[in-house]
Each structure stands twice: as C-alpha cells, then as structure tokens.
C-alpha cells in the first residue's frame, strides 16, 4: 500500500445565488474535483423517475414479507397479555401437539419479568399461518400479576408501581445550561427582567412508526460445499449490516456463513435497526424446524412492540428583550416505555442568550422507544416555534421578522423570503383571530411558521462502492446497504452515471446483499451524504479503470482520454470519440471491476448545517373545533439535489408525516387495563387522502463542500417544523394556543372555550 | 331490552340461522365490510362515488366449509386456480401465502389501510375481508394482472413517473384503486380522485403525488416513459 499523496489543491465555489464562497481543498492524485457551484451536470438536479418505480408501481418489487419459499414454516410470538408481572409457568405443550407445528422456542423463561403488554414470551411454528395462530394460542403463559403505570403522571407519582427495576421510574436529571459560565440564579434573573415573558406547559404525544411493512425477516439455513451451515436472511430493515452483526452474534455464525437481503423495505422511519426479535425468532426456528421460516409482527404487534416516539411535558419560562430572545428555560420530561428515554430535542436554532434544560425520562409499562425520524426533534420544535412565536406577538413583531433577528444562519433568510412570497405571507392576520383571513364567520384561516436545521454529511466508514462496466456496455453498482424509500438506489445510480460519463439507462444498481461492499444503515439521514460521495468517488476510479484498460486497444495514452455525455473522446482532439456501447465493445471478454472506498469529508465547506423553513395556512371550524390544514410551504435545503423529484418526495413525506403528528396520531394507553387501545390503523389515525393540503415543495440548491458530492441528509430535517407551523397557524387564526398534540377538536374547543367562546 | 329487534323481525332473523343463510349473508357482510372503508374524520361519499354493495358470492359448487381443507376454485386474472385450504383462509393470505402473488400486501389486516386492494366482479374490494371460499365463481383481478408480463399499465407507469410511491408498500394497493376509478369515472377529477383513494392510507406521505399520478394516467398517460421493464 502506498501511502496516499494530498498535495494537489482544487478551488470550490460554495454556498448559493447571492452568497457565494470560496473555498479550497487539498485531494488525492486519484480523486476527482468535488461537485460545487461551477460543475455541469448532465442528470444531477434534474427530475428523474425512481429506477425501482415501476417495480413497485407494478406489485413486482418482492419485499422481504414477500418472500416464500417451498416448505417455508410461517412463525408467530405469543405476547404477555399483562402490563407488568412474573411468568410463573410456560406450557408449549398444547401448540406442540397441534398437527402441523414444527418448532416452538422460548424468549422468556420461568421467573422472568415481563414490563409491558405484548412483550415477547415465546414463539411458535408451523406449516401456515393459520396452524400458527392456533399455536400460538395454546401455549399458557401464568403470571404474577404487578401493579403497573403506563402514563407518565401515573408512573412519576411517589409510590408508582416499579415498571422494571430500582426503587424509581425516575430516570437522573441531566441539567445543562448554556452559556456553561451562566449561573441559575442569571437565568432567574434574565427571565424577570425580560420584556416579553411566556411560561407555558406544552404536552406531545406518543407516537409509533406504523410502517406498512411490519417488522420481521424470512431466514432460511443452507450448507455451503464443504457442509458447513449458511443462513440467509431477507429482512425488513433500515441497516442491513447491523441485522447481519446481529445474527452473527446470536447465532455464533461468522460473517462468512451469513448474508442479509433487503432489495426492498417498506418503511422504517428508525424502528427498524439491528437483528430485531422477529428476524432472530425466524433464524432460530428455521434452524430448529429445518426449513425456512417466516415471522413478520402483525399491526397489533407493530404498534405494541414495534417502537414509538416517546412523549414530552414541556414546562418552559423564555423571555425576550428589544427584539432578542435572552432567556429559555425549560424542564421536559415523557416516557420511552420501560427501557426509558425521552429526551426532546429544541434544537437552537435561534440565538437563546441563555438558557437551562434540566431533562428526565419516566419509565412506564409499554412498548420501548425506538429512534423515530428525528428523534426528539418534531417535539422540542412544537414547543420552541410556538415560544418564539408567543413571545414575537408580545413584542408586536412579526414572527418571521423576529427569527430573523435571532437567526444567523444565512440560507433560512433567503428561504423564508421565498416561502413568504409562495403562500402570501402578506394576508397574515396581524392579530390572532382578527383580519381578513380569520374572517368574521366560524370558520377561520391563519397562517404560521416553522424552522428546521439538520448537519448530517454522511461519514468515510469503511462505505465502499463496486462498479461493474460490461462489454455490453451494462453498468453495475453495488452496495450491500438498504433503500428505505427515499430513493437511496436511485441517486447511487445517478452520481455514479455522472462521474463515470456513461448513460444513466445503462446503470442498474444492486443494493440490499450485505456480500456487497458495505454501506451504512439509514439513520440519522446519513445514507445520502454517504452513498453519494461513496458513487461518485467509485463512479470516478471505474471512468480511470476503464479508460486504462481501452486505451491499449486504442493505442492513444489513457491520460489523454475522457468521458462525457455517453462518449469517450480523446481531450485535445474531442472531434476523435467513440460512443459508450462502441467503447464497451472494445473489452471483449473483459469486465472492468472497481471497488473503491469513499472518500473523507471536507474541513473547507460552507455550512455545518442544513436549513428549512414551513409555512402552514389552516383553517379552524370554531364550532367544531376541527383544523383543516389548507396549503403548505416547505423550502428546504441539503446540499446538492442529485434527484430533484426524489429530493421533493422527501420533503412531502415530512410534511404530511408532521400534519400526522400534529393532529392525529396518537397511542392511547388505557390506564386501568395497561393495554394500548387503538393498535390498529382505523383507531390509531394517520391522514388519508381527503386530508391532504396543497404542499408546494422546494429544494433550494446549495454547494456544501463537505464531501465530494457536496450532498447532505434530508429525511429528517423535513419532518422537524410541521407541527410548531401548523400550532402557530392555529394560533393566528384564533387568537388562542393549543399547547397539546395532537391538536384535535376538543382542545382546540376548549382553548376557545377558555378564551370565551367560538367567536 | 330496548336493543330487541320487533316480534315479526325476529321471525325473519329465526329463519335467517339456515347455514345456507347464514354463508350468504356473510358473504354480503364481508362484502360490505371489503368495500373501501372511510378511513378520515373528513370523508364524505360523493355521488359519483357511492358505494355499490355486490350481491351475496354464489357458492358454487362446495358444499362443506371445513372443519379442515376443502378444494377452492379460484379465478384470479382470467385463470382458474384451485387451492387445498381451510374455509379461514382469506383471499389475500390465499394469494399471498398459496399462489405466490405478492402485490397485494398485508399491512393492517382488518380493512383499515387498503394495501391489500383488488377489484372483484368490477368492485374494489380489501382482499384481507374476504375468505377466499367466498369469492369462487367471481372474476378476481390483482395488481399482477393489470398488465402483460414485462410491460406496465398506464397507472403503473404514471406512478412511476410523478414519483407516486417512496417505500412502495402501499403502492399496489392505490394502483389498484385508481386503476379501478379511471375505468369508472369518465371524468375523472382531483375531487373524484382524492374521494376514490380515501379507502388506502399511505405512511411515507406522497399522497399528491399520488392525485397527480392518477390525472396523468387519465389523459391516457400520453408520453409516459418507461413502459417496457428494464431487466
């Protein structure tokens, strides 16, 4: 291995229209100059239809639930059907006798605690889902019933039932305070002197994933040529080489005898990392019974052990003087089932003079917390947007007005003016309840406002990208990581195509094999800044492969050859090229095969974070209590856009899942039962068609220069405003705040009806 | 007592109990249970849209439902299938689990999400609603016949190309449903669009993309590309 030289030195132009910056980088011999400002795209920022579409608009696309294979046993797991106990005896018996039943094995033994209803006790096999059901259903399962708490109040009052272990569900409290040099007692001070002043407490709910796709895998055990045990294992997952990790160290398999399949997944949003108990009751039983086994979770399960978001109580004093917020001070705590952890997140994005957070989390007896997209973002961010706001409507601002004078960041400027200009921000009303869009009628519109930040540019981390040139003129890449339906494959394929020079139809992408180079899990929304630079970098080094290999049958040296626009061309003689098929043509027998490893981020670059401003215009029915979300606004920005329609499909996710969030989810716990009432999709409400609003998504273009591609993560930075926009909005339509998610009618009601009245 | 039916009403429900009876009712109730459910607080039925409620399923030639396996016919995409299966067995785990057809997708199980969508005797209808003894004799259509092998219906293909999907797992499913309403509805709308779909929940959140797939795919999908597959 030679050591690598980083003498040579390019000049990137970075940053956006109106605010441009140089900056310069030192690189490799063998590395390509980065994307910026100055680089002509042949596909990058253009619209392109996802290279899976039609595989999936057509039913084709095979999903790891849609694996099946001869002989193949379908699997269930028999959950507590209690919120907090002790098994006192598990009987398998009755399932192993029912004909059909091939395996049973036990996740909990006598003795063992179980802390929430649908806890995982055993599982059960057999040769179709409905013998398993029955299966599952004669296996008895007794227990010492405990008392149980599965609200935080409940669970946080002295006395509680013990959720799991210790003498308290109390997590410590972390308390940080920032500037570090400020004392409480200037906190306490700032907050008296302040000239705006809001002390509020703001609740957010529990919220699960409800990914179509449940979890789960299909495993199926093999013997390799020499007789040794090989296990396959198609799962449902964000992180295909973390399931892979995880059998490996369940199973005591080296990597070798393992290999995990994800071509297809739908949906995670951060439930769906690491060997989950489903995958690994697959590869157990499969290995027990002698056949494949399936087990994917069931939509009650999903919601009950499937991962959520955890909750927030927010109690929060903010104060702000001549224009400038100078203090907030919050103490926020929720519940993340019986594992606890809750932490929400107020992102600064506002310059906050000083300000303290003192932060526990309550155990409880339900389901844990999982990473959700932006993990305790879209909460903080529901309690931080609407502080602003109340505390720009103390000073007579306009709130947009008054983030400007709290916020440095450059590009939010730029995109609140354009999302003011896309939904008219000029018909505001400037009093909540009172003007021209409220209307005099019961029906009554206003608009409101939401930031966001992010600052993911993806990490070197061993990702590493196989190209694959064929004499047919057929492109490959390969990578063993997952697309999670933000169109992962799609823009591996594009920034490959682009720095290689071939045709975009030419290039296939195989992602999904972790037998492939490896590639990060999606979490984070780390997957795009990484794979891209990661495509380029590989796309780079097979354009100088192949170019070394044709060379010698050209007989022209391989320095003075390039690619462009599906033509290889000799650089001072450009009226001298070949197209790609007819250059392909010229290995013959031969492939050109390159697997390079991505390259390290920049320290020269433009902005450590990504922006993102939401407007929302609603509409509230003050008789109902209803909110009809009208129009949405979304400008976000995450470095370069490889795929513009990808790039906006994101942003409309984010949105839609934030109207989620903001008005209809949420996990109803029954205190008296444990039990989770509405573990289904018609109780527990995500939007459907009629709700949806008009959305008017923008990808505001940005050179970042952190990696070679210049691109940064998206998926989550989309989701963080939605709900403080769309409370704001309320609140400008009425005149009064709902400090609660989700902001269904009878809060909306009885805000009103506190203020006095509908109208 | 107030919840009793009158006394000439309980006459008929007395007759009602023939197992004969009580399959067809069942047959109707499923049916009417399969139709798309509204699935928003804001949903209203459209007079375009109205729900039409297929008659009870002939019950063919099958004289025993179970205990235990009995032969089902099944006409799925003009063939004719026959499965050994329990009378529980749903269509959609029948198509899913015994034919290998795996469009349609199982998500809620229950009739609340529409992943599972496919049109039976001219109706959309949640395949996870019906038992797949019940739907012998009808004329079954799944995602996987909407078009030729290696090609793509205009749906299919306008999805594709307004980026109608992102995880894709609701996908077949609204494809189904609007393949369904552009044969309906002549005139086909936003409003019609949206009220058609109101039946299918898609998580990742690409719904108007969806309406404006289902527009493209009306005007006949007039230079959609992408239509042959990409192997």
Known sequence: MTKKNYDREETLKLGFAGNVVEKKVKLADDQAKPWDLDTKFQYAGKHIPRFDGLAKASGRAKYSYDMNFPGMLHARIVRANIPNGKITDIDVSGAEAIPGVKATMLLKKVGDRVRFDGEGVAAVCATNLEIAEDAMRAVVVTYEKMAHAVIVDDASKDGAPIVDKGDTNKSPESVNINPREVSEDEINKRFAAADAKVEATYRTQVQTHSALETHGGVAKWDKDSSGNPTLTVWASTQGSFSVLDGLCGNLKLDRSQVEVICEYMGGGFGAKFGADQPTLVAANLAKKAGAPVKCMLNRKEEHLAGGNRPDSIHHVRAGATDGKIVVFDVTNYGTGGYTGGAGARNIMIYDMGASRKVEYAVKTNCGPATAMRAPGHPQGSFVLEQVVDELAEKLNMDPIEFRLKNDRYPMRKAQYEKAMELIDWSRRNKKGGEGALAGTGPKKRGLGVGASTWGQNGNRDGTAMAVIINADGGVEVRNGCQDIGTGTRTIIGICAAEALGCPLENMKVRLGHTRDPYGPASGGSVTAPTVTAAAKDAGHAAKLAFLDKISKKLSVDAAKLDISLGKVFVKDDPAKSWNWHDACKLLGVETVEVTKERSDNFRANFSGQVGGVQIAEVEVDTETGVVRVIKVVAVHDAGLVIDRLTFESQILGGVIQGMSFALFENRVMDRKSGKMLNNNLESYKIPGSLDMPEIVTVAFDISNGHNSAGVAGLGEPTVIPTAGAIANAIANATGVRVRSLPMTPDKVLAALAAKGGSR | ?231
């Open chain 2, 1 to 231: 007592m107030t919840d009793s039916p009158a006394n000439d009403e309980r006459e008929d429900l007395q007759n009602a109990f023939s197992r004969r009876r009580f399959l067809q009712t069942l047959g109707a109730a499923a049916a009417v249970s399969a139709a798309p459910a509204i699935a928003n607080a804001n949903a209203k039925t459209s007079e375009a849209e109205k729900i039409t409620i297929p008659p009870a399923t002939p019950l063919g030639e099958v004289k025993n439902f179970g205990p235990g396996e009995v032969d089902v016919k099944l006409k799925i995409n003009g063939i004719v299938r026959t499965l050994r299966i329990e009378p529980r067995v749903t269509l959609l785990d029948a198509l899913r689990d015994r034919l290998d057809m795996t469009g349609a997708k199982k998500v809620c199980d229950r009739g609340g999400c529409g992943a599972c969508t496919i049109i039976m005797n001219g109706n959309l209808m949640y395949s996870c609603m019906l038992l797949a003894v019940e739907c012998q004799g009808a004329e079954i259509e799944t995602i996987e016949g909407i078009a030729p092998e290696g090609e793509f219906s205009t749906v299919s293909s306008a999805f594709a190309k307004c980026d109608a999907l992102q995880c894709g797992f609701c996908t077949p499913g609204f494809v189904m449903t609007i393949t369904h309403h552009l044969r309906n509805e002549k005139n086909p709308t936003m409003e019609s669009v949206k009220q058609s779909c109101r039946g299918n929940l898609c998580r990742c959140g690409t719904y108007n993309r969806i309406f404006d797939a289902a527009l493209l795919a009306a005007t006949g999908g007039a230079g959609l590309p992408n239509t042959t597959e990409k192997k």
